[in-house]
């Protein structure tokens, strides 16, 4: 199966699919990611806080494939530092970084994002400098977001001088995040989708993407990863289940028509699995 990739506003290129690792066990990440690169996935979503960035790194050790042919993300967490601010702000973001390179056992990544914006805080815009700074020294080959809405988003493209190449939010039929993707798409910046799937969960028994399904004689979920790429939209989805991670890659050879994109459009709830960003504020 061949992926397409994108090509981001710095040049560089990312697999529109990819394989998404919270929720997996550090002890059982090795052998889910290698399962997924032996399926030939080359991006892997992981972050700081999934606690299993030593799993992951083991098994791209193991996995036989060149570095280069691999597209690494990692996410910065929001307790990295409680003060995000000024100089002692920057510095923590560098350490939180350097923590989860040596836990990755890498020397550079592919992608760097702020995993919460936490506006209430007002000091995303100082660890985006930071950001900058890991982006300038390229131990980071890409910076990105997640969770960010427009006005988050329009801080960073007044403020810095690096526009993020991605966003990272939860989107997915039921929540397509319309508005979000055009501002996205006006500013150069893609859209990546968490919670592709919508974890698995009442979106994969809709009796409208049930019928897509059928008629391609293919399931729910490669309907809805279609979708994602049809809609231009880079997904991550997870499973530690071999047969479940090789069933959401075959996602190509078959092409999703107007009639089709109409059913699926038509099931939006507007209903959010995950918190809204712009209230969360875990540590
Ligand atoms: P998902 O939509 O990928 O769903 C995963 C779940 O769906 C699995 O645990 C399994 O129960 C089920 N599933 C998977 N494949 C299936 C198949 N073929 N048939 C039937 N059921 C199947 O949900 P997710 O894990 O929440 O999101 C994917 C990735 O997105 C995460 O692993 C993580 O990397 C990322 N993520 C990021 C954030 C963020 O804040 N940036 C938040 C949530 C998730």
Known sequence: ST??????NNGTRIPQLGYGVWQVPDDEAAAAVRAAIETGYRSIDTAAI?????GTGQAVAAAGVPRE???ITTKLWNSGTRDWSGEQGRDAVLREFDASLAKLGLDYV????????RPMHGSFLNVWKAFEELYRDGRVKSVGVSNFGTEQLDTLLKESSVV?????????????????????????????????????????????????ARK????????????????GVIAIPKSVTPSRIKENFEVGGFELDAGDLAAIAAVETGKRLGPDPQGFDWN
């Open 216 to 231: 391609h004689g293919r399931t729910v979920a490669q309907v809805v990863l279609r979708w994602h790429l049809q809609s």
């Open 110 to 117: 592919d992608l760097y994002l702020i995993h919460w914006p």
């Open 50 to 54: 999934y606690e299993n960035e030593v």
């Open 164 to 212: 993020p190449v991605l966003n990272q939010v939860e989107l997915h039929p039921h929540f397509p995040q319309t508005a979000l993707r055009e501002y996205h798409a006006a500013h150069g910046i893609a859209t990546e989708a968490w919670s592709p799937l919508g974890q698995g969960k009442e979106l994969l028994a809709e009796p409208a993407l049930l019928e897509v």
């Open 69 to 71: 042919e691999l597209y």
């Open 3 to 8: 992926i397409p990739s994108i090509t981001l």
